[in-house]
């Protein structure tokens, strides 16, 4: 599973579980992105917060692992470049790629998409607010539901700077993590996504305090 996890949160654990139980796969591994080039334009956490971040919320399962394939290879992230470095480290393992129907509304933009079908199976799982396609290709991508996690780490971050809490929706070490690294609290380099979930987290706030005092 592939992913920017800035940071890594329940959404993304609870996908690698449920496609793992459902394909009975032998190992996830989670792959933090390098330079990810579909997030330019915002500023990405270091990579190396990132992985230790996906390292500790791993850590507890044992069927999960993180590989830093795309991190040490430097330069812009491609899938492709990842999944031909996992087929020649694994052989002829079978390999399934997750992703969220977010990310899968995006991968006829991917690099060298057409080979990317030969390298691996593409499970795209549900997620609130988002459609699920399969593009036509079933051979390629199956669609899987699984329990609804309204999560980003969008709104982590906005909640970061905002001040709000964190708990419970990113395991307990990635909370710990955050505020003893002090990250998530400057909101310099914010990306417009970040500033309009920052924006609505006020509003939402400024409303319930009205109610609150009523
Ligand atoms: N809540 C979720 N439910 C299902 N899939 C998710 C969820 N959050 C992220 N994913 C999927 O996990 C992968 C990595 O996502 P990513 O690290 O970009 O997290 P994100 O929450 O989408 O981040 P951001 O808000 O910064 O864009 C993508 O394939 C994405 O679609
Ligand atoms: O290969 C590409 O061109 C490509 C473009 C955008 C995203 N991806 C991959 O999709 C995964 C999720 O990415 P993101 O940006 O949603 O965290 C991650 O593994 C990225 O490397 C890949």
Redesign the pocket.
């Known amino acids: 599973?592939?992913?920017?996890?800035?940071p890594?949160?329940?959404?993304?654990l609870?996908?690698a579980s449920e496609v793992a139980a459902e394909y009975s796969l032998d190992e996830v591994i989670f792959v933090?992105?390098g330079e990810?080039w579909q997030?330019a334009g915002?500023r990405v956490t270091s990579a190396e917060h990132r992985y230790l971040l996906t390292v500790i919320a791993t850590a507890s399962n044992p069927r999960f692992t993180v590989s830093r394939v795309d991190i040490d290879r430097g330069g812009t992230t491609y899938t492709i470049d990842t999944l031909r470095d996992f087929r020649a480290m694994y052989g002829d393992a079978e390999l399934f790629f997750?992703?969220?129907?977010?990310?899968?509304a995006q991968i006829m933009s991917w690099k060298n998409v057409e080979e990317l079908w030969e390298l691996a199976h593409f499970v795209?799982?549900?997620?609130?607010g988002?459609q699920s396609e399969d593009f036509g290709r079933s051979e390629n991508i199956s669609l899987m539901e699984?329990p609804?996690?309204?999560?980003?780490?969008?709104?982590?971050?906005a909640r970061g700077q905002a001040g709000d809490p964190v708990w419970y929706l990113v395991p307990d070490g990635v909370v710990q993590y955050i505020h003893k690294h002090r990250l998530y609290q400057d909101d310099s380099g914010t990306r417009p996504?970040?500033a309009s979930?920052l924006s609505s987290r006020r509003h939402t706030m400024k409303q319930y305090h009205r109610k609150g005092s009523s």
């Open positions: 599973m592939g992913g920017t996890f800035d890594i949160h329940h959404g993304h609870v996908a933090p992105t990810p997030k915002r997750i992703t969220g129907a977010d990310a899968m795209s799982v549900t997620r609130p988002y699984i609804a996690m309204a999560i980003s780490s969008t709104d982590l971050r996504a970040d979930a």
